[in-house]
C-alpha cells in the first residue's frame, strides 16, 4: 500500500536531503547567534535612553539591520552570491547556503534581542547601578540573564524562519529538504516526494518550537 | 570601634560612626538642583535645595508624585547627576568622582525600591550575593557567610534557594534589605519602599527598617507619600511641593504643629480627618474652640477633670486621637469651652506643657 504510493520516494535521498538542512539551520543559527546577539545588545545599548546612547551609533545599525531584513529572502540568495563565493567558494550547495542563511538570520535575530532586552525592569538596570555595577556587569550579569527567557524564545523563531529560508535556498542550488522538493517535487512532478519532504519540514518545525518552549520554561523564573 | 550587636561584626573604618562627639551630618547638599532637558527646554525637577541629612538618623521625605522626592534621593547615589549644586558624603563631593570612585562609593549606599527590583532569574541567596559579586573583593566564603547572616536578620533563612516569584511582597522587600545591606553600607536609601505593600506588611517591614537603624547604625533617607511611615519611623521630615522643601523639621514638630498647606494636607490625609465635616462640627459647637497638643508624658496625665474644676469651664471633646510618633506618644484634643475662667484654663493648659491653638 505504502510502496504504491511513494514509488519515487528514496529514503536514502530524503535521508541526506534531512540531515543537509539539519546542518544548514544548525550552522546558520549558530552564526547567527554569534552576530545577532551583540549586535542586538549593541542596539538595545545605544538607543534612546539606554545606557551608551548613541543616536549616530543606532541610526547605523539600526538601518544596516533594516535593510537586510526589508530585502526579500528568496532576493537576498541572489545578491548574496559574489560575497557568497568570497567567503565559501562556491554558492552552490549545504555550504554556499550558510552565508545567505546567516544574512537574514542574524538582523532578525539582533531585533527579537534587542525587544526582549528592553522587555527587561528599567529598575533592574537602576538596582544594578545602585549597587556599584558597571556597564558589563550591567549587561552579563542582569540584563543578559533576565533576557534569558526572551532570547531563547528568540533562537527558536529564527531556527524556525531559518528552515523555511533553508529550503528556499533550494532555487538557487542549495542542498536540504528544499532542493529535493524542487527538483523532484515540483520540476518532476513527484507529488509523494513533495508531500514527504514537506511533512519532513512540518515535524522538524514542531520539533524546534517544542524544545524552545520548554528551555523558555526552563529559565523563566517569573 | 563600634560593632553590629546582633552581627557581632566591626564596621570598617569610617562606616557607621562619627569621627566627633555630637551628632555629624553624613549627607549635605549644596544648592543641588536638578532639571531634564525637554525638548529644548530645561524643565526643573529639583529647585536649589540645601539639606543636612545626619549620621544615624532616619529622615523621611514626602511629598506627592512630581513633587522632586524621587529625584532628591537619588542625586545622593548620583543615580541622577545634579545640574548643579554639591553633593557631600562625609564631607566629600562624590559629584567629581571618577567612574572607579563612584562605584565603590555606591557600595557605602544601599538602595531599597518601591517594587524590589529583583533579579528573577537569580535565587534570594544569589540576589543577596550579587551586590559582593559586583564588587569583586570578596571570596566566596565571606559571600557564603555574609548572606547567611543577613538571610538570618531578615528573618528568611529557609528561603535562600527560592526564586523571587515564589516570595510575597513583603518577603521581596526583606530580600532587598538584605541585598541593600550586602556591602555593609552607612546609608540605606529607601524609595517608597513600602507603598507596594498592604499595611500589615508595611508594619513589619518598617519594623525592620527601625531595628535596621538602631542596631547598625545606619542612617536611612525614606521617600514615601505616605506621611504614616513617616510618623512610624522618621526623626526628621522634610515636605516637597513642586520641586522644593517647604517644610523641614522633627516630626513631633512637623507632624503636629504643620505650617505649610502641603503638610497640612498629609497630616490630615494620614489622620482620615474630613475637613468639611469637622467644619460642619464646629459651628454646632458652641463657646471657644481649642485644639490641645499633648505630647510625650503629659499624654497620660488626667488632666482635663483638674482643669476644669479649677477653672470652672464646661468642655465637650469634639474630636481626639491619641497614638505615638516614632517612640513619642502625642495626643490630640478639640475642644469647646463654655462657661468659667478660659483665660486660666488656657494657663492651666499651658502650664503643663500642652501646646493650645485657639481655632475659634
Redesign the interface.
Known amino acids: 500500500m505504502m510502496e504504491s504510493l511513494l514509488t519515487n520516494v528514496d529514503w536514502v535521498e530524503i535521508g541526506w536531503a534531512s540531515w543537509d538542512t539539519l546542518v544548514m539551520v544548525g550552522m546558520s543559527l549558530l552564526f547567527s547567534v554569534l552576530i545577532g546577539l551583540p549586535v542586538g545588545v549593541l542596539l538595545f545599548l545605544t538607543g534612546k535612553r539606554q545606557l551608551l546612547e548613541q543616536p549616530v551609533a543606532y541610526a547605523i545599525l539600526s538601518f544596516i539591520v533594516n535593510v537586510l531584513r526589508s530585502v526579500p529572502f528568496i532576493i537576498l540568495l541572489i545578491v548574496m552570491i559574489p560575497v557568497t563565493v568570497m567567503i565559501i567558494g562556491t554558492s552552490l550547495g549545504v555550504a554556499g547556503a550558510i552565508p545567505p542563511l546567516v544574512a537574514g538570520g542574524a538582523p532578525f535575530f539582533a531585533r527579537l534581542v534587542e525587544t526582549s532586552l528592553r522587555e527587561v ?1 528599567r ?2 538596570i ?9 556597564v558589563r ?1 550591567i549587561i552579563f ?2 540584563l543578559l ?2 533576557a ?1 527567557p526572551g532570547i531563547i524564545a528568540g533562537i527558536t523563531v529564527t531556527a524556525i524562519t531559518l528552515v523555511s529560508y533553508a529550503a528556499m535556498s533550494g532555487v538557487v542550488g542549495g542542498g536540504g529538504l528544499g532542493d529535493l522538493a524542487i527538483r523532484f517535487g515540483y520540476q518532476r512532478f513527484q507529488t509523494d516526494v513533495m508531500v514527504i519532504t514537506v511533512a519532513l519540514l512540518v515535524v522538524f518545525v514542531q520539533l524546534l518550537q517544542m524544545l524552545g518552549d520548554r528551555l523558555v520554561l526552563y ?1 523563566s ?2 | 570601634m563600634r560593632y553590629n550587636q546582633r552581627l557581632f561584626v566591626p564596621y570598617p573604618q569610617g562606616v557607621g560612626q562619627c569621627l566627633t562627639e555630637g551628632l555629624c551630618s553624613v549627607i549635605e547638599l549644596d544648592q543641588v538642583q536638578k532639571s531634564y532637558q525637554v525638548g529644548g527646554r530645561a524643565i526643573p525637577a529639583l529647585q536649589p535645595t540645601d539639606l543636612t541629612i545626619d549620621t544615624g538618623e532616619v529622615f523621611g521625605i514626602v511629598g506627592h508624585s512630581g513633587a522632586g522626592k524621587s529625584t532628591l534621593v537619588r542625586l545622593i547615589n548620583l543615580l541622577e547627576r545634579p545640574t548643579g549644586g554639591r553633593v557631600l558624603v562625609d564631607g566629600e563631593d562624590v559629584t567629581h568622582y571618577d567612574a572607579a570612585e563612584l562605584r565603590a562609593f555606591r557600595r557605602k549606599v544601599g538602595m531599597i525600591f518601591q517594587h524590589f527590583n529583583l533579579l528573577s532569574s537569580r535565587t534570594v541567596a544569589d540576589n543577596i550575593a550579587f551586590p559582593m559579586k559586583l564588587a569583586g573583593i570578596y571570596s566566596k566564603a565571606q559571600i557564603r557567610d555574609r548572606v547567611a547572616e543577613l538571610l538570618a536578620l531578615v528573618s528568611l533563612t529557609d528561603q535562600g534557594n527560592k526564586y523571587p516569584s515564589q516570595l510575597s511582597g513583603g518577603q521581596k522587600q526583606r530580600v532587598g534589605i538584605a541585598r541593600a545591606l550586602a556591602c555593609r553600607p552607612s546609608i540605606l536609601l529607601c524609595d517608597e519602599a513600602t507603598s507596594a505593600l498592604d499595611p500589615q506588611t508595611t508594619q513589619s517591614v518598617l519594623r525592620l527598617l527601625a531595628e535596621i537603624n538602631r542596631e547598625l547604625g545606619l542612617t536611612i533617607v525614606l521617600i514615601t507619600h505616605e506621611m504614616d511611615v513617616v510618623r512610624r519611623i522618621c526623626d526628621r521630615v522634610a515636605v516637597m511641593d513642586g520641586g522644593r522643601i517647604v517644610e523641614m523639621g522633627a516630626v513631633t514638630d512637623v507632624f503636629l504643629h504643620p505650617e505649610h498647606p502641603t503638610t497640612r494636607d498629609f497630616v490630615f490625609e494620614s489622620e482620615n480627618v474630613d475637613r468639611d465635616e469637622l467644619q460642619q462640627d464646629f459651628e454646632h459647637a458652641a463657646g471657644r474652640i481649642l485644639r490641645l497638643t499633648f505630647r510625650g508624658e503629659s499624654t497620660y496625665k488626667p488632666l482635663l477633670g483638674h482643669v476644669a474644676r479649677q477653672s470652672g469651664v464646661d468642655f465637650s471633646i469634639l474630636s481626639g486621637r491619641i497614638d505615638h510618633i516614632k517612640d513619642t506618644p502625642y495626643g490630640q484634643l478639640t475642644l469647646s469651652l463654655v462657661g468659667g475662667n478660659l483665660e486660666q484654663a488656657m494657663a492651666e493648659f499651658e502650664l503643663a506643657d500642652v501646646h493650645v491653638e485657639v481655632v475659634r
Open positions: 525592569d529598575g533592574i537602576e538596582a544594578t547601578q545602585a549597587m556599584g555595577g558597571n556587569q550579569g542582569a540573564p533576565e534569558l529559565f523564573r517569573k
